[in-house]
């Protein structure tokens, strides 16, 4: 009997598109291809399609953070000579004494204009002689 050989191994064959694929995929991978040709805008094109559509579809959860205002409506108006005068609510704040009046004024004021001090204030009454706010002169420090 005459032996016959079989071979597994099959020598023609479809690998020019699969190779030209994994190229161009390399060459993707490792950015090698120059500026101006066809590739290259098609990577910069992906690129800035991801940057600026993927927050539509991707939550990435960064959002800024809740700024709480100050509870109370400070209303601020110019002097007439280069300075503010901060009007503050009665209701925000609680000391009777003048002391204690002035940390809270510039516990509300400080925060919006930053280190300062307290010239004067004058207390806002109603017709009955209630206090309804402060007006606040303020010397920046």
């Known amino acids: 009997m005459e032996s016959a050989k079989i071979s597994p191994v099959v020598t023609s064959g479809p690998t020019l598109p699969m ?3 994994w190229r161009t995929i390399r060459g ?13 805008d098609v990577m910069v094109t992906l690129i800035l399609l991801f940057v600026f559509a993927s927050p539509y579809w991707i939550n990435f959860k960064d959002k800024p953070i809740d700024r709480v205002p100050h509870q109370t409506g400070v209303v601020i108006q110019p002097d007439g000579q280069g300075g503010f005068i901060y009007q503050i609510e009665a209701s925000a704040l609680s000391a009777q004494d003048d002391g204690g009046l002035r940390r809270q004024m510039l516990a ?21 002689g209630q206090v309804l706010n402060y ?3 303020v010397e920046k420090e």
């Open 28 to 40: 993707y991978i490792l950015w090698s291809y120059e500026r101006g040709s066809l590739h290259y």
């Open 108 to 128: 509300i004021i400080e925060p919006i204009a930053g280190a300062s001090a307290i010239l004067k204030y004058e207390a806002v009454k109603d017709k009955s």
């Open 135 to 137: 007006k606040v002169w």
């Open 19 to 21: 190779n030209s694929i």
